[in-house]
């Protein structure tokens, strides 16, 4: 948000966390405690509606999405992150993939059950890639969860796990530019 509104966009943050919107507030950016759905914005309301790895978390992914749709304006973009369950880490680290974090995601998508539910939304102009952003992170959390039951948050990762998570994000990142999609997060960018 203030990225954007560094760059002149007029912002507006919705999270749940009140921590979270208070730094916010604290900063000089409009943002409320709630959901999307609480918010009640007019139909139209927005050029571009942005969500980092929250649609995980979400009951019902694709009345979240229709939500975007319906306050975005004609032309509008949606711009959507979230773990991909296609990607290097799951079919790395199975059980131990950071993008599995039960209870707390309850949907996990592949590009194309990503780009099924955009467009049962009625978004009409759908892409979906992946990427490596958050690759080396995964790696180092999974490596530290399977191969020593620690938490890599709650401790300081060997020097084994660090370099094996930048090697591992290393080959997603070669794997991306030979056109694979194994990167560890889906982007989503639909047009209303």
Known sequence: M???SDLGW????VDADP??????????LEAHVGTLEDMRYS????DVVTSSHVIEHVYDPESFLAEIRRILRIGGTAYLRTPNIDGFGH?????????????????VFSPRTL????????????KVFTTARIS???????????????VAYR???????????????????LQLLLGSEIGDELVLIAKK
């Open 155 to 173: 401790s300081s990762p060997g020097l084994r796990s660090r370099l094996g998570a930048h090697l591992d994000a290393t080959r997603v990142r």
């Open 43 to 46: 139909d139209e309301s927005f």
């Open 19 to 28: 921590l979270v919107v208070e730094s916010c507030t604290r900063i000089g």
């Open 91 to 107: 079919r790395s680290f199975r059980e131990f993939w950071l993008g599995l974090e039960a209870p707390r995601h309850l949907f």
């Open 10 to 13: 007029r912002v507006q943050g």
């Open 115 to 126: 780009t099924r539910a955009a467009q049962s939304a009625g978004f009409s102009s759908v």
């Open 2 to 4: 203030a990225l954007m």
């Open 136 to 150: 080396r992170v995964n790696s180092l959390v999974a490596r530290e969860l399977r191969d020593h039951n620690r």
